[in-house]
């Protein structure tokens, strides 16, 4: 059964850059062709993508957060990671990473806290 | 503000039937598969239903899905105390090239 796990700083300052790793477990990143991706849900509010990115390196992100994020594979870690540049308190969310393309998610982690500090 | 529209709650008491909508356009719903999550409290969102009206290994048929146009519906029938969760939509856009979701509906079992 596929596992993800959330990991990384819990408290960024504004402007800062907040860093997230998801490591894989009980599956290879690189089988099939499932990219692997973000989703964050603010608090009182609902789900927004982040984006994804194949294993290959190809990469889809949400337009309204392009200009600051970052997504890239370690394949000999089994994890993919999360930059988001120039944080704000409006990042602050529960954030998840996921597998899937399209709006297809099947496997999720169970989510950490980020929290914007001014 | 969400590119999906659902409304923000809805209730019901047990063995009800309850639906959700999720209003869309047809750059979305109008014109790719439609998806719904469950998020039970504390806990990650997970799939609930698929391509419209098709349910992963697990979910019971009490759950189901149906799109019509550029809106789609998630109906649970027979009401369950352990259906309380939060519900979002979503569905890929082709004009902005990105997945959208709805605003979540939270049901609420009276």
């Known amino acids: 059964q596929l596992q993800m796990q959330e990991s990384g700083s819990g408290l960024v300052k504004a402007s800062q850059t907040l860093s997230l790793t998801c490591a894989v477990s009980?599956?290879?990143?690189?089988?099939?062709?499932?990219?692997w991706g973000w989703i964050r849900r603010p608090p009182g509010k609902g789900l927004e993508w982040i984006g994804y990115?194949?294993?290959?390196?190809?990469?889809y992100y949400n337009p309204s957060l392009k200009s600051r994020v970052t997504m890239s594979v370690d394949m000999s870690k089994n994890q993919f990671s999360l930059k988001l540049s120039s944080v704000t308190a409006a990042d602050t969310a529960v954030y998840y990473c996921?597998?899937?393309?399209?709006?297809?998610?099947?496997?999720w982690g169970q989510g950490t806290l980020v929290t914007v500090s001014s | 503000q969400s590119v999906l529209t659902q409304p923000p709650s809805a209730s019901g008491t047990p063995g009800q039937r309850v639906t959700i909508s999720c209003s869309g356009s047809?750059?979305?719903?109008?014109?790719?598969?439609v998806y719904w999550y469950q998020q039970l409290p504390g806990t990650a969102p997970k799939l609930l239903i698929y391509?419209?009206?098709q349910r992963p290994s697990g979910v019971p048929d009490r759950f189901s899905g149906s799109k019509s146009g550029t809106s789609a519906s998630l109906a649970i029938s027979g009401l369950r105390s352990e259906d309380e969760a939060d519900y979002h939509c979503?569905?890929?856009?082709?004009?902005?090239?990105?997945?959208?979701f709805g605003g979540g509906t939270k049901v609420t079992v009276l």
């Open positions: 009980g599956g290879s990143i690189t089988s099939g062709a499932y990219p």
């Open positions: 990115i194949y294993h290959s390196g190809s990469t």
């Open positions: 979503a569905a890929w856009d082709d004009s902005l090239t990105g997945v959208v």
């Open positions: 996921v597998r899937g393309a399209v709006a297809h998610f099947d496997y």
């Open positions: 047809s750059s979305n719903i109008g014109s790719n598969y």
């Open positions: 391509w419209n009206n």
